[in-house]
Structure formats: structure tokens, C-alpha cells
């Protein structure tokens, strides 16, 4: 089986909706179920990179071929996009980027699947600390209106390096090792549940009356996530890969009219990294 993980960094707000509302926000983000993590699920991510090819190749049997025809199955197979790592606004940064032990294995299990090692454990870390390097030991980091106790982990900057190839940019990758946050799993699922951005939009009619008033969660800009794009024959990736490379981005979810939606796409490789034989 030939496997490839792709990163997806947001460029601007994303809003992959879901298709129910149960809580006071009209159009919420779509989440895992067992989790309550934001995702894109896969059938959604594999429609709109069959529209991404189809946008550049035109239709036909290219297309066709990478993602199938109503009674025929394409020979590439699309995952869920996965949260990695999420934006926070901090004092002593613009943001970090927090992640927690759960997504870290998570990310651990899909490398291993795409045929990568790693050599790093997943570190332990307890309720209201956090992992980060540049901090001293046991001094605060706030995270919103929250305070961490730090605590410095040696394989931090490990895991980084591990993380970064997913950022098609150098400049962000350069600022991820002294921006990384690793939280419990009950702290980030507080932040994943409760700190996306809610906008507030609203249709007028022609004397700017209010006609339709309604609030819409959205992924923040510089949010990372990833998906994995899976073949059973050998080679039938390397056009989609090939094609992601010249043409990294793309647009998901709703609101393109207004800008949101555009990720830039990287497929994870590492040079210095042993591959599994």
C-alpha cells in the first residue's frame, strides 16, 4: 500500500460545517464524535479535492481514475483531516500552537501508517501545565485568561521537527519549535470545545432592517491539521502528490465568497528520517 500524509495549514478562518446545531451557535464546525474535536470529515475533504483536480485538469478519466465514478471506486482513498495542532492567543506570544498527549499518539499511529518511524514518546503532562520550550521551569504561561505552570520536556523540539514538515512555509516552521504547546487532554478539549472564533453575520433587508441573524463558528487562521491519501497499488499517488506540490492551495468548507476556507497543503517527508523498511 502506498500512503502519503499531507498537512493542511489554514490561511484564513475555515467553517467546515456541520450539518446540525445543538447548542446556541446556529452553524457550529464539524466534530468528532468521540472526541468533540473539530475535523474534516473525509467524504467532505475528498469532494473538494476531487473539485481541486477537476479545477486544474478538467473532467474526465484523470480524475476519474484518482477518485472514482458513481459505480466505480477510484484508486485513492482520502482520511478524515485530523487536528494537530490549534492556535492561542498568549501574552508571551502572538499565539501558540497547543497540542495534547492524545493527538500527539494519534499523530504518532498515522505516521507509523504512512510508513515513517518515530523515535520520540508521547510526554506525560498534568492539568494546568504546560510543555514549552524558552520558558524557564515553573514560571506561567497564560493561554487566554488561563495560567500554566511550565515544565520543560527534552524531546520537545523532536516532536517539533517532526511536526513541522507539515508547513509548507519556513517561516513558520522556524517560529513552531519556540511555539509549540503541549497541554492535558482535558485542557486542549476545553480550548477545542469552547475557544474557536463565533462570528456573528447578518442578512438586511433594503432598509437595513434585520431579516436573518445567525452565529457561525470557525477554525482560526494558522490552525494545522491533516489527512492521509491512501492507494493499494504502488504509484497511483505520485500524480496526486506531484499535482499538490506545484499547486498547494485550496479551498474548504463554506464561506468562499468572504475568504474563508484557503489552506496551503504539504505532503509530510523528512530527509533525516529513517523510513521503515
Known amino acids: 500500500m502506498q500512503s502519503q500524509m499531507i498537512g ?6 475555515m467553517h467546515p460545517g456541520a450539518s446540525q446545531s445543538a447548542g446556541a451557535i446556529d452553524l457550529p464546525v464539524q466534530r468528532e464524535r468521540s472526541t468533540g474535536y473539530p475535523v474534516i ?4 475533504l475528498k469532494g473538494s479535492l476531487r473539485d481541486y483536480f477537476e479545477s486544474i485538469w478538467g473532467k474526465g478519466e484523470r480524475v476519474d481514475n484518482l477518485f472514482g465514478k458513481r459505480d466505480e471506486v477510484g484508486h485513492v482513498s482520502i482520511t478524515d483531516g485530523r487536528l494537530l495542532l490549534l492556535p492561542v492567543r498568549s501574552l508571551q506570544h502572538a499565539f501558540v500552537w497547543i497540542t495534547c498527549p492524545y493527538l500527539l499518539e494519534r499523530f504518532q499511529r498515522d505516521l507509523l501508517l504512512s510508513g515513517r518511524k518515530v523515535s520520540w514518546s508521547v510526554p506525560g503532562v498534568s492539568s494546568s501545565q504546560v510543555i514549552i520550550a524558552g520558558l524557564s521551569e515553573n514560571s506561567t504561561l497564560f493561554l487566554e485568561e488561563f495560567a500554566f505552570t511550565v515544565h520543560n520536556h527534552p524531546e520537545l523540539k523532536e516532536i517539533a521537527q ?3 514538515p507539515l508547513m509548507a512555509h519556513h517561516s513558520a516552521r ?8 503541549i497541554i492535558h487532554d482535558k485542557d486542549f478539549g476545553y480550548f477545542a470545545q469552547y475557544g474557536l472564533p463565533v462570528n456573528a453575520r447578518n442578512q ?3 432598509n437595513k432592517i434585520s431579516q436573518n441573524l445567525w452565529y457561525e463558528e470557525t477554525l482560526p487562521a494558522d490552525t494545522l491539521l491533516y489527512y492521509l491519501a491512501l492507494a493499494v497499488e504502488n504509484d497511483s499517488l505520485t500524480p496526486f502528490i506531484e499535482q499538490i506540490s506545484a499547486s498547494p492551495y485550496i479551498q474548504l468548507g463554506g464561506n468562499a465568497s ?10 509530510w517527508k523528512n530527509q533525516s528520517k529513517e523510513e521503515l523498511s
Open 8 to 13: 493542511l495549514l489554514t490561511e484564513t478562518a
Open 41 to 44: 470529515v473525509g467524504s467532505s
Open 162 to 164: 517532526d511536526i513541522a
Open 174 to 181: 522556524a517560529r513552531l519549535a519556540d511555539q509549540l504547546a
Open 204 to 206: 438586511l433587508d433594503n
Open 258 to 267: 468572504i475568504g474563508q476556507g484557503y489552506c496551503i497543503q504539504n505532503p
